[in-house]
Nanobody, 123 residues
């Protein structure tokens, strides 16, 4: 089970920290990924941290502003979001899976999903 939290309504330029608490699975043994879905749009990849080596990868649209991390002691996945823009407005989902490297950004590969947390950035 994955439980996402931390969303909210903020203004442009603000920061938010999302968390995804895991139960029944160990985040350090899965590739953990954040996706988001804006209204009228398809779900898109945001950031991932691999189970092996803890490598991180980001969508170009968030690179340099967002940081994905995991806390193995707390068994949680985090997403620090800085310099938020209106185009970051979406429901953010955490997911766990074991995709091959080339499939990390494919949401259909992931078996475990959180319920989503709303992030709204106003200008």
């Amino acid at each position: 089970q994955l439980q996402a939290s931390g969303g909210g309504l903020v203004q442009t330029g603000a920061s938010l920290r999302l968390s995804c608490a895991a139960s029944g699975l160990t985040v350090s043994t899965y590739t953990m990924t954040w996706f988001r879905q804006a209204p009228q749009k398809e779900r898109e990849f945001v950031a991932t941290i691999t189970w092996s080596g803890g490598r991180t990868f980001y969508a170009d649209s968030v690179k340099g502003r967002f940081t994905v991390s995991r806390d193995n002691a707390k068994n949680t996945l985090n997403l620090q979001m800085n310099s938020l823009k209106t185009e970051d407005t979406a429901v953010y989902f955490c997911a766990a899976g074991r995709p091959i490297m080339s499939a990390q950004r494919d949401s259909s590969i992931y078996r475990h999903w959180g319920q989503g947390t709303q992030v709204t950035v106003s200008s």
